[in-house]
């Protein structure tokens, strides 16, 4: 009996380990747009899965842009979105269809960006294209994207205090030139830490085991 309750306590201290790692990390949303209009370029896309073009205009661009303009991109696969479309509609602003429900703990935003394809050099707005990234009311960040800038991983990380509500929002202020900023690869992430609190249903195993151990050494007193 003994060994069958040693046993059990260490599965249940197991599963508490367990389940205190995987509490760690929880993506919220991910979106790399490859399945989008089944990976094929598409000027003025409008029927995205997870975002809603609210102004403007922007563009799913297919595989067959990587390397145009003579501008590789090694670390891209897939398709992306180019946020200035080409129906001089005016650059494009994309807002979440999901309002995320945030709750506390340290929100991790990632995103790739790459500078304008577009070759005319000359046109200022596409030299520095003003890019607008926020977050609900919890975060809101101005990026400045040059024309040379190639795919980068950008990471912020969001301290938040209390529950709050959102939407995710790519805003291209500038430009309406056929040609903005590159957008792939979003993901929101909550990171809460190790939480050594076990669930409900961890305790129902392991309690018993505790109780079992307890016992056996009283009556062995």
């Known amino acids: 009996m003994k060994k069958f309750l040693t046993v059990l306590f260490l599965c249940g201290l197991i599963l508490i380990t367990q389940n205190a790692i995987a509490a760690t990390s929880f993506v919220l949303f991910s979106d790399d747009f490859n399945s989008e209009n089944g990976g094929m370029t598409y000027g003025n896309y409008k029927d995205f899965q997870n975002w809603d073009?609210?102004?403007?205009?922007?563009?799913?661009?297919?595989?067959?842009?990587?390397?145009?303009?003579?501008?590789?991109?090694?670390?891209?696969?897939?398709s992306f979105v180019d946020l200035d479309g080409t129906t001089g509609a005016g650059a494009g602003k994309l807002v979440s269809k999901e309002e995320f429900r945030l709750l506390p703990g340290t929100?991790?935003?990632?995103?790739?960006?790459?500078?304008?394809?577009?070759?005319?050099?000359?046109?200022?707005?596409?030299?520095?294209?003003?890019?607008?990234?926020?977050?609900g009311d919890i975060f809101t960040e101005t990026f400045t994207i040059p024309q040379d800038?190639?795919?980068?991983?950008?990471?912020?990380?969001?301290?938040?205090?209390?529950?709050?509500?959102?939407?995710?929002?790519?805003?291209?202020t500038s430009g309406n030139d056929n040609m903005g900023p590159l957008l792939d690869n979003i993901k929101l992430t909550r990171n809460v830490g190790n939480n050594p609190v076990p669930e409900p249903m961890t305790m129902l195993l392991f309690g018993p085991a505790l109780l079992g151990l307890f016992g056996l050494k009283r009556r062995r007193g």
């Open 53 to 78: 073009v609210v102004s403007g205009a922007v563009d799913l661009l297919g595989p067959e842009w990587q390397g145009y303009y003579n501008n590789p991109m090694p670390a891209w696969v897939g």
């Open 107 to 135: 929100i991790e935003l990632q995103f790739d960006i790459h500078g304008s394809l577009c070759p005319y050099s000359d046109r200022t707005d596409e030299l520095n294209e003003l890019l607008i990234v926020s977050l």
């Open 149 to 172: 800038y190639s795919f980068t991983t950008i990471t912020r990380y969001i301290d938040l205090q209390r529950r709050t509500d959102g939407r995710l929002i790519f805003d291209q």
